[in-house]
């Protein structure tokens, strides 16, 4: 007996799958594109709202599996792309304000030293491995460590009163450290700090970005009140790590989020513990034990990870080589890979929930 496969019922085999954030199916959620049927083979795409979205290996297994499945069907071509979307954000009205950029991410802590920079690199480098276009704003101008970080150094190309990017790890850069002699201080009073987040916001070609990741500066002061005055941020992630003094100080960078109505995505502990090469099942806290875990609950936003000492993570980021380069399989990359995971997801939840507004209107941003 021949059986007639049609474009129904190849929806209907993939129906049961449930996307875990929005709790509805695939299809329902408009997932299922560009479906074809010739003769014993069928061809679609998944189209996912982040090219980060960890779990896309198991909605094509499950995709495949379901549809083979059926009678008639003798193979299945799955190919899994994205289209991340742009969430309302707690300013919305200049368009000069990074308008090929669709999500916005403050990498924040309350004081230095706690490896915010390591941390927003990181996660941009996560980003970036799944396919995302990604940036990453070094907005610290009295200590930029971007150039550090990344391994590059050189004056940015200027053209027509806008500035090119660098870029490396398959990611755009920008910071102040590109612009000043090494070991040259920066003693600026806050106008002019407030003029360069603004022509780096403004002036830099950013282009067509699915994410930016932005190295704020440490505490609360004139610049990191700039740029939440200045950004369209989709959200926020607060760096911290488990002693009190970087607590206290972190709960004032939540605190000045949440004033701004920026969303906080959640608490990293960064630096929770050390496992000796030879005790490796040994953790020593170094600075104390569960602190980041606590001030999320306390503040209820959500707990990020824990990123454990590593000293390649301190070795690589001297030579420019961030621990996702050196070793994509340690523990530090997988929680770094986790963060970025959760974020994106996250962020993807605020595009459905809070879509932005234009003339009036729900407008859905297309590839």
Request: charged letters at 25%; one cysteine or more; aromatic letters at 6%.
């Amino acid at each position: 007996m021949t059986t007639t496969l049609s474009p129904n019922t190849v929806l209907d085999a993939l129906r049961p799958i449930i996307d875990p954030d929005f709790h509805k199916s695939i299809v329902e959620l408009g997932f299922i594109k560009d479906l074809r049927i010739e003769g014993t083979k069928v061809a679609f795409s998944i189209e996912l709202t982040t090219p980060a979205c960890p779990i896309k290996a198991e909605f094509e297994r499950e995709a495949r599996e379901r549809v083979v499945a059926l009678p008639g069907v003798e193979s299945v071509e799955v190919t899994m792309t994205a289209n991340t979307r742009r969430a309302a954000t707690a300013k919305g009205g200049d368009k000069e304000i990074l308008p090929g950029v669709r999500n916005t991410i403050a990498v924040a802590s309350g004081k230095g030293g706690v490896g915010k920079s390591t941390t927003a690199v990181n996660l941009a480098l996560a980003l970036a491995n799944t396919g995302a276009r990604v940036g990453i704003l070094d907005a610290d101008v009295y200590g930029p460590s971007l150039p550090i970080l990344t391994g590059t150094s050189g004056r940015p190309r200027a053209e027509k009163n806008k500035i090119h990017p660098l870029e490396r790890y398959g990611m755009k850069l920008m910071s102040m450290g590109y612009f000043i002699e090494d070991n040259a201080p920066v003693i600026w009073r806050g106008p002019m700090v407030h003029g360069l987040i603004r022509q780096f916001l403004t002036d830099v070609i950013w282009g067509e970005l699915d994410y930016l990741v932005i190295d704020m500066p440490p505490g609360t002061g004139d610049a990191a009140l700039t740029l939440t005055q200045q950004a369209p941020l989709s959200g926020a992630v607060i760096v911290t790590t488990s002693n009190d003094l970087s607590l206290v100080d972190a709960r004032k960078g939540l605190a000045m989020f949440h004033k701004v109505k920026v969303p906080v995505l959640g608490v990293l502990e960064n630096m929770s513990y050390f496992t000796p090469p030879d005790l490796p099942d040994r953790r020593y806290y170094l600075f104390g034990e569960g602190g980041g875990r606590r001030i999320a609950e306390e503040l209820e936003v959500p707990f990020l990870g824990e990123v454990p000492i590593d000293t390649r993570i301190v070795e690589g980021g001297d030579r420019g080589e961030p621990i996702l380069m050196i070793d994509a399989d340690c523990e530090a990359s997988r929680v770094f890979r986790e963060l970025g995971g959760r974020v994106a997801r996250e962020l993807s939840i605020q595009a459905a929930n809070n879509p932005p507004l234009a003339d009036g209107n729900i407008e859905w941003v297309s590839s």
